[in-house]
Nanobody, 121 residues
Framework: QVQLVESGGGLVQPGGSLRLSCAAS????????IGWFRQAPGKEREGVSC????????SYADSVKGRFTISRDNAKNTVYLQMNSLKPEDTAVYYC??????????????WGQGTQVTVSS
């Protein structure tokens, strides 16, 4: 069955870094667009980043451009989100998801349980 498992979250100081992992099973991740989105209490769900299966292109929300990098390891069937220069505003539960159509749609067919990222001094 399709499964996505996020890991790598935790508590980090402002300016610090975290690397999130999204382990896929039940499907081959390189054949699908995979994205990251986040949910903070009292805020709308926000798409963070996405990587395309067709050409490997990546996209980012304006709020994280220049700080986050999405990547894919096909051998491990895993997608990563490297987060640098973290800010308190980045605090949220981070989810990875398999996109229904393409990264531009921001419509996820499957996602995992999420991993908590807390940025605080």
């Amino acid at each position: 069955q399709v499964q996505l498992v996020e890991s790598g979250g935790g508590l980090v100081q402002p300016g610090g870094s975290l690397r999130l992992s999204c382990a896929a099973s039940g499907f081959t991740a390189r054949y699908y667009d995979i994205g990251w989105f986040r949910q903070a209490p009292g805020k709308e769900r926000e798409g963070v980043s996405c990587i395309s299966s067709s050409d490997g292109s990546t996209s980012y929300a304006d709020s994280v451009k220049g700080r986050f990098t999405i990547s894919r390891d096909n051998a491990k069937n895993t997608v990563y989100l490297q987060m640098n220069s973290l800010k308190p505003e980045d605090t949220a539960v981070y989810y990875c998801g398999r996109v229904r159509d393409s990264c531009r749609s921001r419509d996820y067919a499957y996602w995992g349980q999420g991993t908590q990222v807390t940025v605080s001094s």
